[in-house]
């Protein structure tokens, strides 16, 4: 019981602050996404890989990962390119076009947005709870 | 472990927190006042982006009507001004509106509500609001209150939307927005916004009194990342001077264009450069039915001037950070010229300017926060200033001091300052009044000391209660004397005290409520001394609904006329109809009981009652392109 209420406090302080809402933002929504293999996950987001490394395998190593979360434009090896890519910023989805969602700041609102056809090149099937999130093109 | 530790999460993510809910509370975390916000430079009212966005805030007028200790008034040329509670209705209290760090000038009256009181708020992100306690480095003339508007950042807009809206008066708005981020180190921000204002006319002996006024905007600012930002600023409209001039008009032609250049340049070594220019230019073609009486005894039917005010200012700011100290020193230069390129009085050229025409003012400040724990602070800050013009052979120079101590508790804040402030005659005041009341260039600047302190109880993470006090006495007020119509220095001392109390309690996420109450002490009081406000911030589903009353005691006037208690009531809803569309409904001053002001030439002739808003309704609907 003591365990319980321990991890009960752990998370609820995991999550009182900016980085941990944002991590528990980016674990919401890859949790209601399923794909076929075991989600490994690589950010560029040092912060946010390590507070997602408590419920996910993670990988400081783009090519070991599945999952890539990046917040800022870098030349992508041949390799990483094929990976699953979920960005943190409303440009990167311009400039890393193959990435199937992202979270970012568009009128002064954070948002969530996955866009349909790159979910579906990528084998990605959303879970209900983010249908209002999915669109068929940036906005 | 993991395993545990994941489905407890999933288990509160499923029950407790949606992805929508996070992304609210996300938002109020990353507001952007929490960087900019200063607790030592004063006591601080701060009006979020998302409380912008559900009072429904158009113009700086919607918010400055919520401000304590201070009246929102309509003035006698049809605008707004800020009067502090027990001041006479015509003696503008003095305040500084600034553009993230630059100040909008006002020089030939000090009332920047004249030209930004009605100004769109569309481009702004949050506001602070600085009551008394202001640090030393907000500008080289002190304030009664320093209104900080911040500008929203491209990089969290990457995007265009505009917004159209109308009321029940027959007024159209028009806004529109475009923010981007070029190629990461680049970032920009448009905003242009037309407004065609229409307002309830008042009728009196036949004569018509207009506030209506057409005015376009346009904000542009460029901005190199850690480098330099660029502000330009263009405003252009017609206005009726409503009873400016006289309470019998003929015919009220008001023009005028302001423009402004900010530019901000960040040195190595922590050395800030920041240059600024700005121009007011008015053009008047005025026509009176009975004749209006100038400040030099004659009286007039035709009057046609054109007038302009332009200022320029450059500072040079370092910073010193060490383990305990934060330091900035900066020397500063100003000059206002004021400029009357024709005043033609039935047709003939005619002098009004007898006094000062450019005022230069050099100042060097500096203000020190020493932390002498992690939690506590205490600040002094020193200014001198050194004034000359082109009318007296003496220059002048005047001296400014602020002391603070700011502690932190778990559970309070607290703040204490012992400050002067100087009030610098205007150049109207001083040189450029033609109507009415004669300038004085003899004018002292008047003098006020304060003593001020706040304590911020917080019960826990969803309450706190805010208490402040002040102590002040004011020497050499600037006044009209009504015998000799002209500007002086009054010879009494005056003192006042003044408290409020603030009450706020968020309820959840998306619910929360603010009580405040304040009341002025003064032997003397001629507009209301006590004032409260309730704000209440409310979501049913996706609708957000805001209720607010502004509440202003009734009051006597300098003429003995007693004037009503004012309950200003405005209640505002907003629909999001889909990610791209929002529907917005507002009522401002639903009941018309809002306080009023009497406007009047004559003491003894029939005046006018006119409340700062009137009573509104407005439609509007924004789109995101």
Known sequence: ????????????????????????????????????????????????????????????????????????????????????????????????????????????????????????????TPSKRLESYVEDKLW | MKQILFLLMLYLSVFADELGNLLTKFNQVTQLHKDSKKEAAGHITIYTREDLDRMQAYTLNDVLNTIRIFNLQASKGGGTSLSFATAKSSMVTPIKIFINNHELNNATFGNPLAQYGDMNLYFIDYIEIYQAGNSVTFGNESGSMLVKLYTKKPEFENSTYGEITIDSEGSKQFNILDAKVIDRKYSYLLNLDINDKKMDKQKLNGYELSRDYSIGHLFFQFNKKDDYVVEIGATYGTKDTFAGFSMTP??????????????????????????????????????????????????????????????????????????????????????????????????????????????????????????????????????????????????????????????????????????????????????????????????????????????????????????????AKLEDAIVIDSNKKQYVNTQEKVSFKRFYVRYKQKIDLHNKFMFGFYRVYKAKSFSPARGALLQVFNKIGKVDIYNELVYRAEYTNELGKSMDAGYDYSVA?????????????????????????????????????????????????????
């Open chain 2, 573 to 625: 809803i907003t629909y999001p109809v889909s990610k791209k569309s929002t529907l917005k409904l507002k009522g401002e001053n639903i009941f018309d009981k809002a306080s009023e002001v009497y406007i009047y030439d004559d003491p003894d002739a029939e005046g006018i009652y006119e409340p700062a808003r009137q009573q509104r309704f407005l439609v509007s609907w924004e789109y995101e392109f």
């Open chain 2, 250 to 471: 003929l015919k009220d032609e008001q023009e005028g264009q302001n423009l402004y250049l900010h530019v901000d340049k960040k040195l190595e070594n922590d050395i800030t450069l920041r240059g600024s220019i700005s121009l007011e230019e008015v053009y008047l073609d005025y026509l009176d039915g009975v004749g209006i009486k100038l400040s030099d005894g004659t009286t007039i039917e035709k009057l046609k001037t054109h007038g302009e005010t332009t200022s320029s200012s450059l500072t040079v700011e370092k910073r010193y950070n060490s383990l305990n100290n934060e330091l900035v020193v900066a020397l500063k230069a100003k000059q206002n010229t004021g400029r009357l390129y024709y005043f033609k009085a039935d047709d003939k050229e005619k002098n009004m300017i007898n006094g000062p025409t450019v005022l230069n003012i050099y100042s060097i400040y500096g203000e020190d926060l020493y932390n002498f724990d992690e939690n506590n602070l205490l600040t002094l800050g020193l200014r001198y200033n050194y004034l000359t013009d082109n009318y007296s052979s003496e220059a002048d120079s005047s001296f400014l001091y602020r002391v603070g101590l700011v502690l932190n508790h778990k559970s309070y804040t607290s703040k204490i300052f012992l400050f002067n402030r100087i009030n610098q005659p205007t150049m109207g005041q001083q040189s450029l009044s033609p109507i009415k009341i004669k300038p004085n260039a003899d004018l002292k600047p008047a003098k006020i000391n304060i003593l001020s302190a706040d304590v911020d109880y917080a019960f826990s993470e969803k309450n706190n209660l805010d208490v402040g006090v002040a102590f």
């Open chain 1, 1 to 124: 019981m003591k365990i319980l209420f321990l991890l009960i406090f752990l998370t609820l302080s995991l999550f009182s602050d900016q980085n941990n809402i944002k991590a528990k933002i980016i674990a919401t929504v890859l949790d209601n996404l399923y794909s076929k293999e075991q989600k490994i996950v690589f950010s560029d987001d040092k912060v946010l890989l390590d507070k997602l490394s408590s419920h996910y395998k993670t990988t400081n190593r783009c090519m070991d990962s599945n999952f890539l979360i990046l917040q800022h434009w870098v030349e992508l090896s041949d390799s990483c390119k094929k990976k699953k890519i979920f960005v943190l910023n409303y440009n990167l989805l311009y400039d890393i076009p193959q990435s199937f969602g992202a979270f970012f700041f568009k009128k002064g609102r954070a948002n969530v947005v996955l866009l349909k056809d790159k979910l579906e090149k990528n084998g990605i």
